[in-house]
């Protein structure tokens, strides 16, 4: 897994009162121990994807992207002065958070009920929905998973462990006709030699990827018919609710200013999709 080192930059209502309940609650203290140790190391441990606009690793190993922007900053806020990431696949993102290998994931990993009985979120940070990356024409009319179950010959590139390959699979695409996919550019490659009809990733992945590509024989669809439109938030290890608390307050404050906006809203996101839920609704969403 390659490590890469980050120097730290310079970084509604429904904000107010998630801010107000967690100062009225006294959560606004992190654990002693773990933000202690954070200071003391002077940095946070973090997994990303190579994602853009969620996260993108420079020629140089700079990380940017919307997500760990946003944790730098709230670092900052919390007085750990650096973020240190790691590029891991999705499906070995809160494994790798359990055993102790991060201290936080953010990476555009999106809130289930499963993930969150795994992992302690913070309160949503970034909101896209669903898309796919086809030859032009979109020869076999792919407009949603289902369409790809249906073609007995549909195959579909997706992130291992990620939400494309979930949806795929519970659509009735069988296993052996979704390729596990480690990054953008290879899916991209593998559409373009043939090898899958269809690459899937979120809607600001999809159109930075394409634009990238700058390829006229590709064209996205999007959104996705039928999938849902989801949030992730930085996810913790389960016991260190106390650094999440103190993590979201500072979440909070940055959406109640202005801040959050301008970090996020360059990549592509909308601040005030992540304002309009909540951490409690997208983890009983079905």
């Not at 039928?226 to 959406?255: H, I, Q, S, T």
């Amino acid at each position: 897994m390659k490590k890469i080192a980050i120097l730290a930059g310079t970084a509604g209502v429904a904000a107010a009162a998630i801010l107000a309940a967690f100062v009225a609650s006294g959560s606004s203290v992190a654990d002693e121990n773990k933000l202690e140790e954070l200071k003391a190391q002077g940095f946070a441990r973090v997994a990303i994807a190579n994602e853009p606009p969620f996260t993108a690793v420079g020629a140089d190993g700079k990380v940017s992207g919307a997500a760990p922007d946003v944790a730098r900053v709230i670092f900052q806020k919390l007085g750990v002065p650096e973020i240190v990431a790691s590029i891991s696949e999705y499906g070995a993102m809160i494994p790798g958070l359990q055993a102790g290998r991060h201290d936080v994931v953010t990476a555009g990993l999106f809130m289930k009920p499963e993930r969150c009985a795994a992992v302690a979120y913070s309160e949503p940070v970034l909101c896209d929905a669903e898309a796919f990356l086809l030859k032009k024409g979109n020869p076999k009319g792919f407009q949603s998973f289902a369409d790809i179950a249906k073609d007995p010959t549909g195959t579909i590139g997706a992130p291992g462990g990620g939400t494309e390959e979930k949806l795929a699979l519970e659509a009735g695409v069988p296993r052996e006709r979704v390729i596990v996919v480690p990054d953008g550019q290879s899916g991209l490659k593998m559409l373009q030699d043939g090898r899958v009809d269809v690459y899937s990733l979120p809607v600001l992945s999809i159109n930075d990827l394409a634009s990238k590509a700058n390829d006229p024989n590709l064209e996205v669809v999007a959104p996705v018919q039928g999938a849902p439109v989801y949030c992730d938030g930085a996810a913790f290890r389960k016991g260190d609710e106390a650094l999440r608390d103190a993590y979201d307050v500072e979440l909070a404050k940055m959406k109640e200013s202005g801040e959050f906006a301008k970090i996020i809203e360059p990549y592509g996101f909308s601040a005030a999709a992540a304002m309009s839920t909540s951490r409690e609704k997208l983890c009983a969403a079905q």
